[in-house]
């Protein structure tokens, strides 16, 4: 069956400090892949996709690499805000199968 | 923007109370989710639905039911709510030309007495 094993946290960083939140995955066939970011008191947000091996998703500076070698999509963004305090899950769904599997999310503190 | 409506969005009830948890959406969306989130953050898929008149089980066992008489509503209900019901849940709807992408409502954060 399909798995996502994430980055545990939490994990605390200074303002402009670079992140990275590990992500892999075991799927059967050729899955998408995303992430999905949790402001406080609020639902999941879309926060990128990637649908094929090699294909980078990217939003608002963040960004993921769909490495099928590796089976991983890591989570980077050059210079965190303390706005981007959250918590991030990595996900993915089969073809044919929408049903999303979710990692257990990792919570991410920016401090001033 | 997506537009995924779930009320109440706090709730504080007694045991053995009966509960309806609504979420409404309005972008047709054939299909719909309901997770339970723990307080570790961990999402549970407990109800899902792909169309009208269709709802399954999801991956974690609930005692909750649901019903989809309408595409754009998929309520939640508790018969008999007990402490342990006590929870975030999390509404969320998928379809339309991208039909991999989940979009979710704000959540009902559920806490029994």
């Known amino acids: 069956g399909n798995s996502v094993t994430q980055m545990e946290g939490p994990v605390t960083l200074s303002e402009e400090a670079f992140l990275t939140i590990n992500c892999t995955y075991t799927?059967?066939?050729?899955?998408?892949l995303f992430w999905y970011v949790q402001y406080p008191g609020e639902g999941l947000q879309l926060l990128l996709k990637?649908?094929?091996?090699?294909d980078k998703g990217s939003n608002k500076g963040f960004e993921a690499t769909y490495r099928k070698e590796t089976t991983s999509f890591h989570l980077e963004k050059g210079s965190v805000q303390v706005s981007d305090s959250a918590v991030y899950f990595c996900a993915l769904s089969s073809f044919g199968n929408e049903k999303l599997t979710f990692g257990t999310g990792t919570r991410l503190t920016i401090i001033p | 923007e997506a537009d995924i409506y779930q009320t109440p969005r706090y709730l504080v009830i007694g045991t053995g109370k009966k509960i309806t948890l609504e979420c409404s959406q309005t972008m047709g969306h054939d299909k719909m989710y309901w997770y339970q989130q723990d307080p570790g953050m961990e999402l549970h898929l407990i109800h899902y639905?792909?169309?009208?008149?269709?709802?399954e089980k999801g991956d974690l066992s609930s005692e909750s039911t649901v019903s989809r008489i309408r595409t754009e509503h998929f309520p939640l209900t508790l018969e008999s709510a007990r402490p342990s019901h006590t929870s975030q849940y999390l509404c969320?709807?998928?379809?339309?030309?991208?039909?991999?992408?989940?979009?979710f409502g704000p959540g009902t954060r559920l806490t029994v007495t």
């Open positions: 639905s792909y169309g009208v008149n269709s709802t």
């Open positions: 799927a059967t066939g050729y899955p998408s």
């Open positions: 990637a649908t094929k091996a090699d």
């Open positions: 969320a709807s998928s379809g339309g030309l991208r039909v991999d992408e989940q979009y």
